[in-house]
């Protein structure tokens, strides 16, 4: 094999003196197990030693030696290029879909474009780079057949917050995106979904719909390079016909904003332990509330704590002091915890809250802190203990009966799993059961979701049916119109997650089609997101961390029928960019109570619930929804446009 030619898959960062910092950076992205497209890279020093001819034959054979096929991605990597102050961005050439005849030259005309002006003056303006941190390695990769191409910083570029991504999305190669050439579609990606940021007259709802399925996998990917590399990255990224998602070029942020870090006094009051008086205001706060009710009422609930936070302005802050005293021995061994701001309620119109496991719960915390304290010198947060649960549900009081809805794992009332059905009198006696079998369970461990295989159905004995009846009477003395969130550890003990104080608009009597999640009559064309695994990490994260509110709808859209799995909670997102009068949904599984659902009632989305449907409708079929006949039929284009 051509040696001279490190393929890119043995590369790291210690190599970037050798084959510059491009290359080096792919490297990287292989070793994270990211599909990096096939490729080798010809280093300057060996360039040097190369006429045309004499490279023309080394060239094909490495290529022949490692089985690559044309097209090729023909592509700089200097020593300089790519760094943590100068990216070098555009300064020297690349060039796209070479064939194998034209490889020398392109890669020699490559290399030269470390001689052109606007590189001596770039390297000036940056500070003065010079000499060998010019000489350009090249590299030599097969070209990405890219439907779509984009570019995510893993931090957002405006305000430097590391939780916020932002992408931006063309159609076809990227070389449109980068030179600038096409206005691109462009979205703040969060844990729980996206906000369209700029739209173009070329992105459709369907270029919509597809970024949404892909956004979970964008992050996770996204969140996986910057903890490799230990700081925000400005990924460049292809997505090929069946989505996948290929990384071409990695690199740090060079132009973030600086966040200047505060120093904060901490004090920390055991929930359990305190009375109403000693916690003030805050008794009265969202999950402190919970426990001081679910105590009263005799419910089993998770350990929680209250942290009260008071900036120290005379003190300099550095990374390891900013938040003193660290938090108490048993807060910190608490293997999961959920951070949620308590005291303001929101910021900047949002929830902030963070999950966190044992092992980073020091830096979570801190994380929080910054992330408040850049605008309060005094806040509140509150730290819930999250206990795990073999299964979970929701239940809430429809008159004389109680609805209840089970599913294995964590936190099914999201909406993230087909759940079994339970209707019960208000002593808790069953009346009635729909069972449905299950095909996957989430398991939160070390702060990650987990998922299983499980094809069972969910069941509650008669003992737990009388224990969410229980707590269904306590939540109704203290809330207007609760749901209450419930779990079942791994021994049988029944213990409270939430409870959920509903709109006056949920207090109708339950209704006897459970199919029939938010009443109406729809016609519109078919959107389908079937990117499941993804929406259901999303929706489960969405309780984890920082929850920011929908932007206002921007206004009169196409009318759709979005087709999913489930009532996922991230399809909210993708929800609240549109006129709530512009959609409807239909769901192959459906949960009466999740999240979702309750949210369509209120804005008077229609949805049901019909899994014929969701098996045979298509991308962009005319199909009118009817609640009241249960059924979705196809509607003409005539008929569409009345």
Same mark, same amino acid.
């Given at each position: 094999?051509?040696?001279?030619?490190?393929?890119?898959?043995?590369?790291?960062?210690?190599?970037?003196?050798?084959?510059?910092?491009?290359?080096?950076?792919?490297?990287?992205?292989?070793?994270?197990?990211?599909?990096?497209?096939?490729?080798?890279?010809?280093?300057?020093?060996?360039?040097?030693?190369?006429?045309?001819?004499?490279?023309?034959?080394?060239?094909?054979?490495a290529?022949? $030696?490692?089985?690559?096929?044309?097209?090729?991605?023909?592509r700089?990597?200097?020593?300089?290029?790519?760094?943590?102050?100068?990216?070098?961005?555009?300064?020297?050439?690349?060039?796209?879909?070479?064939?194998? @005849? !034209?490889?020398?030259?392109?890669?020699?005309?490559?290399?030269?474009?470390?001689?052109?002006?606007?590189?001596?003056?770039?390297a000036?303006?940056?500070?003065?780079?010079? !000499? /060998?941190?010019?000489?350009?390695?090249?590299? &030599?990769?097969?070209?990405?057949?890219?439907d %779509?191409?984009?570019?995510?910083?893993?931090?957002?570029?405006?305000?430097?917050?590391?939780?916020?991504?932002?992408?931006?999305?063309?159609?076809?190669?990227?070389?449109?995106?980068?030179?600038?050439?096409?206005?691109?579609?462009?979205?703040?990606?969060?844990?729980?979904?996206?906000?369209?940021?700029?739209r173009p007259?070329?992105?459709?709802?369907?270029?919509?719909?597809?970024?949404?399925?892909?956004?979970?996998?964008?992050?996770?990917m996204?969140?996986?390079?910057?903890?490799?590399?230990g700081?925000?990255?400005?990924?460049?990224?292809?997505?090929?016909?069946?989505?996948?998602?290929?990384?071409?070029?990695?690199?740090?942020?060079?132009?973030?904003?600086?966040?200047?870090?505060?120093?904060?006094?901490?004090?920390?009051?055991?929930?359990?332990?305190?009375?109403?008086?000693a916690?003030?205001?805050?008794a009265?706060?969202d999950?402190?509330?919970?426990?001081?009710?679910?105590?009263? !009422?005799g419910?089993?609930?998770?350990?929680a704590?209250?942290?009260?936070?008071?900036?120290?302005?005379?003190?300099?802050?550095?990374?390891?002091?900013?938040?003193?005293?660290?938090?108490?021995?048993?807060?910190?061994?608490?293997p999961?915890?959920?951070? &949620?701001?308590?005291?303001?309620?929101?910021?900047?119109?949002?929830?902030? =809250?963070?999950?966190?496991?044992?092992?980073?719960?020091i830096?979570d915390?801190?994380?929080?802190? *910054?992330?408040?304290?850049?605008?309060? /010198?005094?806040?509140?947060?509150?730290?819930?203990?999250?206990?795990?649960?073999?299964?979970?549900?929701?239940?809430? +009081?429809? !008159?004389?009966?109680?609805?209840?809805?089970?599913?294995?794992?964590?936190?099914?009332?999201?909406?993230?799993?087909?759940?079994?059905?339970?209707?019960?009198?208000?002593?808790?006696?069953?009346l *009635?059961?729909?069972p449905?079998?299950?095909?996957?369970?989430?398991?939160?461990?070390?702060?990650?979701? =987990?998922?299983?295989?499980?094809?069972?159905?969910?069941?509650?004995?008669?003992?737990?049916? =009388?224990?969410?009846?229980?707590?269904?009477?306590?939540?109704? $003395?203290?809330?207007?119109?609760?749901?209450?969130?419930?779990?079942v550890?791994?021994?049988? @003990?029944?213990?409270?997650?939430?409870?959920? $104080?509903?709109?006056?608009?949920?207090?109708?009597?339950?209704?006897?089609?459970?199919?029939?999640?938010?009443?109406?009559?729809?016609?519109?064309?078919?959107? +389908? &997101?079937e990117?499941?695994?993804?929406?259901?990490?999303?929706?489960?994260?969405?309780?984890?961390?920082?929850?920011?509110?929908?932007? $206002?709808?921007?206004?009169?859209?196409?009318?759709?029928? &979005?087709?999913?799995?489930?009532?996922?909670?991230?399809?909210?997102?993708?929800?609240? *960019?549109?006129?709530?009068?512009?959609?409807?949904?239909?769901?192959?599984?459906?949960?009466? %109570?999740?999240?979702?659902?309750?949210?369509?009632?209120?804005?008077?989305?229609?949805?049901?619930?019909?899994?014929?449907?969701?098996?045979? %409708?298509?991308?962009?079929?005319?199909?009118?929804?009817?609640?009241?006949?249960?059924?979705?039929?196809?509607?003409?284009?005539?008929?569409?446009?009345?």
């Amino acid at each position: 094999m051509t040696t001279e030619f490190p393929e890119l898959s043995s590369l790291t960062e210690n190599d970037r003196q050798r084959v510059g910092g491009k290359a080096a950076g792919l490297g990287e992205l292989h070793d994270l197990g990211l599909p990096v497209p096939r490729g080798f890279v010809v280093p300057a020093d060996v360039l040097a030693m190369q006429d045309e001819s004499g490279l023309a034959k080394l060239l094909e054979s490495a290529i022949a $030696e490692r089985g690559l096929c044309p097209p090729f991605a023909v592509r700089s990597s200097a020593v300089a290029e790519d760094g943590a102050h100068a990216s070098f961005a555009g300064q020297f050439a690349t060039e796209l879909g070479v064939s194998g @005849t !034209g490889l020398a030259g392109a890669v020699l005309r490559c290399a030269s474009s470390a001689d052109h002006q606007n590189v001596s003056y770039y390297a000036e303006a940056v500070g003065g780079q010079q !000499g /060998d941190h010019l000489r350009v390695s090249v590299i &030599v990769q097969e070209l990405v057949a890219a439907d %779509l191409s984009a570019v995510m910083f893993t931090a957002d570029p405006l305000t430097g917050d590391p939780d916020t991504y932002v992408l931006e999305v063309v159609r076809g190669p990227g070389a449109s995106l980068v030179g600038g050439m096409t206005e691109p579609f462009t979205v703040r990606v969060f844990a729980d979904g996206m906000e369209v940021v700029n739209r173009p007259d070329w992105a459709d709802t369907r270029i919509e719909a597809r970024v949404l399925g892909l956004s979970g996998r964008l992050r996770a990917m996204g969140r996986a390079i910057t903890r490799h590399r230990g700081a925000p990255q400005d990924v460049e990224l292809c997505v090929t016909a069946d989505d996948l998602v290929i990384p071409v070029q990695t690199r740090a942020i060079t132009s973030l904003p600086s966040t200047a870090r505060r120093s904060f006094t901490l004090r920390y009051v055991e929930v359990g332990l305190a009375t109403r008086s000693a916690l003030g205001d805050l008794a009265e706060r969202d999950k402190v509330r919970l426990r001081m009710v679910a105590e009263s !009422g005799g419910l089993s609930v998770g350990r929680a704590w209250i942290i009260c936070a008071a900036a120290t302005p005379d003190r300099c802050s550095t990374s390891g002091d900013s938040v003193d005293p660290p938090p108490p021995a048993d807060l910190r061994a608490v293997p999961q915890i959920s951070f &949620v701001l308590q005291d303001p309620a929101r910021l900047s119109g949002a929830i902030v =809250r963070r999950f966190s496991a044992a092992a980073g719960r020091i830096a979570d915390l801190e994380a929080m802190v *910054q992330i408040v304290g850049r605008a309060h /010198d005094r806040f509140a947060l509150i730290a819930t203990e999250i206990r795990q649960a073999r299964l979970s549900g929701v239940a809430r +009081r429809f !008159g004389e009966k109680i609805l209840i809805e089970v599913g294995f794992g964590a936190f099914v009332p999201k909406g993230v799993v087909a759940t079994s059905q339970y209707v019960c009198s208000l002593d808790g006696e069953i009346l *009635q059961c729909e069972p449905t079998v299950q095909e996957h369970l989430f398991l939160i461990e070390d702060g990650q979701a =987990r998922t299983e295989r499980i094809d069972q159905v969910p069941e509650l004995s008669a003992a737990h049916c =009388r224990s969410v009846a229980k707590a269904v009477e306590v939540a109704n $003395e203290h809330y207007i119109n609760p749901s209450v969130e419930f779990g079942v550890d791994e021994p049988g @003990t029944f213990f409270l997650i939430d409870f959920v $104080e509903e709109s006056a608009e949920g207090a109708e009597p339950r209704p006897d089609n459970l199919s029939v999640l938010s009443p109406g009559h729809f016609r519109g064309r078919v959107v +389908r &997101v079937e990117d499941d695994q993804v929406l259901m990490h999303d929706s489960l994260d969405a309780h984890f961390h920082n929850d920011r509110p929908g932007d $206002e709808s921007t206004g009169s859209d196409d009318p759709v029928v &979005v087709v999913a799995r489930l009532p996922y909670l991230s399809l909210e997102r993708f929800m609240r *960019q549109r006129d709530p009068r512009s959609m409807a949904f239909v769901f192959r599984n459906g949960s009466y %109570l999740s999240h979702l659902s309750i949210v369509l009632r209120e804005l008077g989305i229609p949805a049901i619930v019909d899994a014929e449907a969701y098996e045979a %409708l298509r991308v962009d079929e005319h199909v009118v929804v009817d609640t009241g006949s249960g059924k979705v039929s196809t509607a003409s284009r005539h008929e569409e446009a009345r």
